[in-house]
């Protein structure tokens, strides 16, 4: 579609992202995760291994990953990733070594990805 200030051409803009989102939600499988640290650590961990198996971005049958941003942020931000982007994403930072243990008794392994570091998100050609 070509560029027009018209309001019918914003309005034909915000209905596509509207299907989009009905799209997200009412036809794919969503692993939703409610992040408390996202505001005091910076980052945005995705758990690959628990007690030694795989886990977590390896295991998930979900289409999209929801992250709730909670505490600081108060649930008032949410992010929703493709989930085969988000294992690209999550592999590129794993190679750089932004791993950490975590969970009960440091049982967890996760890979760290800055949330300042949001635009990694974004594929360019």
Do not use: C
């Amino acid at each position: 579609m070509d560029y027009n200030s018209d309001f019918r051409y914003d309005l034909e803009i915000g209905r596509e992202g509207e299907r989009i989102v009905h799209e997200i939600f009412a036809n794919k499988k969503l692993e939703v995760k409610r992040d408390s640290w996202i505001g005091r650590t910076g980052n945005i961990a995705i758990e690959f291994k628990s007690r030694n198996k795989p886990s977590g971005i390896v295991t998930t049958e979900a289409d999209y990953w929801v992250f709730i941003f909670s505490k600081e942020y108060q649930d008032k931000v949410i992010l929703i990733v493709e989930t085969q982007r988000l294992k690209d994403v999550a592999r590129e930072y794993a190679k750089k070594g932004s791993i950490k243990e975590m969970g009960d008794d440091n049982t967890s392994m996760a890979v760290l990805i800055p949330i300042k570091e949001i635009s990694k998100f974004a594929i360019y050609d």
